[in-house]
């Protein structure tokens, strides 16, 4: 299998793997997600209907207001919150959600994230050193 490595900035530590989710929409954390099953549920969203609970979160920033950190508060308390954030542009509402949620957390990578992850793969997060590997899913 092949496996990819990309580097970028800490935004909250920790180190973390699990299977990726990606989004090439901005995602919002508060009033998108129902924090009981982790599903997002914000109309017409790609993610609309599939859950973040223990994924690799992939997608391109954050949009929203400063209830962003009421969402993924909620998310943590709830044990529905992704285990890591893999943000294309940080913005105040990731950063803060990621400290929020205390789930580690990268940003500004040397590479496109949402052009170089896929959903379903495996990604190990590294993100006190802000390093991301990417294990390719199988394609059969």
Same mark, same amino acid.
């Given at each position: 299998m092949k496996e990819l490595i990309l580097k970028g900035r800490t935004v909250f530590g920790g180190v973390v793997e699990g299977e990726a989710l990606v989004s090439k929409k901005p995602w919002a954390a508060f009033l998108a997600v129902d924090i009981y099953s982790g599903d *997002? &549920?914000?109309r017409g969203h790609e993610l609309s209907g599939?859950? *973040?609970a =223990? +994924? /690799?979160l992939v997608f391109p920033s954050g949009k929203g207001s400063s209830g962003w950190s009421i969402g993924a508060q909620a998310l943590r308390y709830t044990g529905k919150a992704p285990v890591a954030l893999i943000i294309r542009?940080?913005?105040s509402q990731t950063a803060l959600g990621a400290v929020v949620m =205390? /789930?580690?957390a990268v940003s500004e990578l040397d590479r496109d994230p949402i052009e170089t992850i896929e959903? =379903?793969?495996w990604v190990k997060v590294y993100a006190d050193e802000g390093i991301v590997k990417v &294990? +390719? +899913?199988c394609q059969a």
């Open positions: *997002v &549920t914000e599939r859950s *973040v =223990g +994924k /690799v542009e940080i913005n =205390g /789930v580690p959903t =379903g793969d &294990t +390719k +899913k």
